[in-house]
């Protein structure tokens, strides 16, 4: 029996922040990180290492927003099997805030960019891995970019120091044949690198595509505990531990993390499969429309945002 | 252009009254049919065609679970283009109440049955056939059913009069590869005959396998008005109309339906994905031992519930 090769990355607390602009205690996430530790989730994506003086709104934001290494080493004085992860934004990192790896509690940083700045980003890469952290390159919104712009971006990729580079359906817009198209198209134009799949379950498909993506060859899952994530939020860790084959996962330590932190959250904060959401994913859109009507009173007035975002004079206005 | 013969078939009434116990108002019937009507969803399961006086507890039912045709001709009292259905159970139906075609507002009859019982359900199939309706078989719980009985089961279905035989989820455990086995598997052997699916959404999984057993060619589609049925729910109606390709289906309409009918209705009543019922299909069993907890105030407490589910005492104390 070959063992499966695929590896979760939990994103509850970098993804979710999104959701609750951080508001994590540090209780919360010493929980969580346990629980994934105790189910054998290989990464936890803890944060993101952008510098808060490069950033608007910055002192409102939780402590996940900036990581801070001394502040991590107090969050986890002791490390178990599940490696850290954080994510940096093109224009948004200050370099000199990142400590050699072998000085920081970090394993993995993530560059996420959209096709154009693929050049800026692997820039961004070669510097953490030549600081000696494993790397990945998010490409978002996929669906949105031309042939073209993806076959100069892969020439730019394959030559780089990536380690693993990721298909991200930041509109939660694909579905299989999608997946599974993307998948072969970066198998074959970067056959020395390493996938991996960021899913979002506007239209329930996260987790089937993520399933596909992984059965595929793609090695690097990404997904959030009860799909904690932002807008329709992402593919659950708990589906992903309990039915990927061949691994050894344990779900019963997810349960708990859900029941425990997960469950009492949701009351006070909103995710997941929820009609505008459902509309942007249809749509192939953004789901900031849909983020935004979620805050009026007329947040479950889908048919309304519907014409809306179907009027082509309102699209003009928009922009 | 080839077009999509699949035909939606929506249960929100008759399975989401699992969940309410049939209590729809006439009117919330009629804003759902004229909704579904304007949507071109193709058919509507309005109810069961059980016999109240074949079933315990029978008088605190809604209408809907007991559907009698003067009644129906006053709730629809102009019938659209989409079609009428109603299920049946083996052993719960009095072959006296079911009018001829021609004099009732019906024009599909489902009969639902374990593999045990497809020699009866064809008995009735045969009975509907030749009052002049369209019928199907929904073989149930399929996930449990060894290849020989299946076998013995296609031999009797191919000679039968059923026009559509329906693979059913039954407890929401299959994935994509199982939808498309048994897809193949029914069409290799009923090369005769149309296919349905019903699946649940327990693993986050109806609406994508849904999708694939069109693709491979199963034409009846069934689903519910934002996935409501018993425990996790089926496949969102709105979903397939807005997904599924080369169809002339209207979402707009499924958007008002959910504003004014939906949204309302999960506020008090539930379904969806929970995670009791995550457990019950990862574990491929029935989720009537989830829907118990979820009548507790231990309802949230799934790490517990999946280690009764686990030990094998309590497996052989419950039976």
């Known amino acids: 029996m070959k063992m499966n090769q695929c590896k979760i990355v939990d994103c509850t607390i970098r993804d979710g922040g999104l959701v609750n602009n951080w508001d994590f205690s540090v209780e919360f996430v010493q929980t969580l990180y346990a629980g994934l530790n105790k189910a054998g989730v290989d990464y936890m994506e803890i944060g993101y290492k952008n510098s808060p003086k490069l950033l608007k709104g910055a002192d409102q934001a939780g402590p996940w927003r900036f990581l801070d290494d001394d502040f991590l080493r107090k969050v986890i004085p002791q490390k178990g099997t599940t490696k850290l992860s954080a994510l940096v934004d093109i224009g948004r990192v200050d370099e000199n805030d990142i400590l050699d790896r072998k000085e920081s509690m970090l394993d993995l940083i993530r560059v996420a960019c959209y096709v154009k700045d693929v050049d800026k980003a692997l820039q961004l890469v070669q510097t953490f891995h030549d600081r000696g952290y494993e790397t990945t390159l998010n490409i978002m919104a996929l669906s949105n ?49 390493r996938l991996g799949v960021h899913a979002h379950n506007n239209l329930q498909l996260a987790f089937s595509n993520t399933l596909i993506a992984s059965e595929a060859g793609v090695e690097l899952l990404d997904a959030s505990v009860y799909g904690m994530g932002r807008a329709a939020g992402n593919c659950p860790t708990e589906l ?20 425990q932190l997960m469950i009492p959250l949701r009351e006070k904060e909103e995710w997941g499969y929820i009609i505008p959401y459902m509309v942007t994913g249809a749509l192939d859109e953004h789901p900031r429309s849909a983020m935004a009507l979620r805050a009026t009173e007329d947040k479950d007035k889908s048919g309304e945002f519907y014409d809306k975002l179907m009027s082509p004079e309102v699209t003009i206005e928009k922009k």
């Open 145 to 193: 970019v031309m042939e073209n712009e993806l076959i100069e971006a892969f020439e730019m990729i394959k030559d780089s120091a990536v380690d693993v580079v990721y298909i991200v359906d930041s509109y939660g817009s694909l579905d299989h044949k999608d997946i599974a198209f993307l998948v072969e198209k970066f198998q074959k134009h970067l056959p020395n690198k």
């Open 240 to 259: 992903l531990v309990s039915q990927l084959k061949n691994t050894t996962y344990n779900l019963r330590p997810v349960l708990d993390v859900i029941e």
